[in-house]
């Protein structure tokens, strides 16, 4: 069974956090970790990760902290996941460049459809930004009247 593990939920509620509380200022981790209920150890461990990757940015002193890199509008879920956990898939040989580690790989009658579920599931991560995520926090904050959690 393939799962998101904890770098990938916790990052993306971190990120998201960020998009929300910290348009265009440096957050601290210390202030995600305590609204998100996280431990700020492990965020520094995420953080590195989308650092990394080019999602986020970050400055030392008493103002710093981290920022996005780029607008939300175009941080997909498909790039957080990707740089906290590598490609999605659901069997290995259907990586990028791991096909050639199973030997039945051409003849494999399965492979297709553990390939359309992977298209399927790239292309709804890679449709959906952070502004979209901020903006259904914002309209279900606003339709209900109280705190959603991220």
Avoid at 34 to 60: H, P
Avoid at 62 to 77: C, D, F, M, N
Avoid at 82 to 106: H, W
């Amino acid at each position: 069974m393939m799962k998101i593990s904890t770098k990938g939920q916790y990052g993306l509620q971190a990120l998201l956090d960020l998009a929300i509380y910290g348009a265009d200022d440096y957050i601290s981790l210390k202030s995600i970790a305590e609204r998100q209920g996280m431990s700020d150890n492990y965020l520094e461990q995420l953080f590195a990760s989308l650092k990394k990757n080019g999602l986020v940015e970050s400055t030392r002193g008493a103002q710093g902290g981290y920022r996005l890199a780029k607008p939300s509008k175009e941080i997909t879920v498909k790039q957080v996941l990707n740089a906290l956990e590598g490609p999605l898939a659901l069997v290995d040989c259907i990586i990028e460049g791991k096909e050639s580690q199973c030997d039945r790989f051409e003849c494999c009658v399965t492979r297709v459809v553990w390939q359309k579920i992977m298209e399927n599931l790239n292309e709804v991560t890679d449709a959906i930004t952070l502004a979209d995520l901020v903006e259904s926090y914002k309209n279900s904050k606003r339709s209900a009247g109280i705190e959603y959690y991220i």
